[in-house]
């Protein structure tokens, strides 16, 4: 059965301390990885697509790694805006829909 | 341009009733994807609609049906209501079915 396994659940950083969440999965035929941002009680905002080991993607503060098993949200120097819930999904096989994790909810004091 | 939208933004049913979510696309995309969400986990699939045709499906009741339009815009229905319905409802838009998914803001559904 295809899944998804993110840690950890909560991640607490202080400003500027930099940091990384992990996203494993086990799929038949990925098609590709996915990193959404969700503050609460809206809908999952589009980050990074990862399609092969190897490939990484930076956008501002983040950068996303993706392995044969695992892929990584690095953090560097975040800021209280950074603060939200990260999903990772996947694309699988035929199958155009997206597994998602449970997410990692992220808090960044100042 | 305009993202994804959804409407309402917020419903309360009481159990047993029907209910009729909306979503309009990205203009431009083709296929329209519907999410369960509840509190503390990752949005669950339900319906996958490409080009008016159903895609794929994931594990729910046959209460949930859903269709899309010649404009591509959607409508998930719930019948029957259960207090286990109550979720954020998500629809995400995608330029082809295997791209990546574009969300709206969901709709927030309450059954009492």
């Known amino acids: 059965e295809d899944q998804v396994t993110q840690s950890p659940e909560a991640l607490r950083l202080q400003e500027g301390e930099s940091s990384s969440l992990n996203c494993s999965y086990t799929?038949?035929?990925?098609?590709?990885l996915f990193w959404y941002r969700q503050d609460p009680g809206k809908g999952p905002e589009f980050l990074f697509t990862l399609y092969s080991a190897g490939e990484e993607k930076e956008k501002e503060r983040l950068k996303a790694t993706l392995t044969k098993k695992e892929s990584f949200l690095h953090i560097t120097a975040p800021k209280p805006e950074d603060s939200a819930t990260y999903l990772c999904?996947?694309?699988?096989?035929?199958?155009?829909?997206?597994?998602f994790g449970k997410g990692t909810k992220l808090s960044v004091k100042p | 341009d305009a993202g994804v939208t959804q409407s309402p933004t917020h419903l309360i049913k009481t159990r047993g009733q029907h209910v009729t979510l909306r979503c309009s696309p990205i203009?431009?995309?083709?296929?329209v994807s519907w999410y369960q969400q509840v509190l503390g986990q990752g949005p669950q699939f339900i319906f996958q609609y490409y080009e008016k045709e159903e895609r794929g499906r994931g594990n729910f009741p046959d209460r949930f049906s859903a269709r899309q339009f010649p404009n591509y815009s959607s409508e998930l229905n719930v019948n029957a209501l259960l207090l286990g319905d109550s979720a954020l409802y998500l629809c995400?838009?995608?330029?082809?079915?295997?791209?990546?998914?574009?969300f709206g803001p969901g709709t927030r559904l309450t059954v009492l």
């Open positions: 799929v038949s035929g990925l098609r590709g």
């Open positions: 203009s431009g995309h083709k296929s």
């Open positions: 995400a838009s995608s330029l082809y079915s295997m791209n990546e998914q574009f």
């Open positions: 999904a996947v694309q699988a096989g035929s199958q155009g829909n997206l597994i």
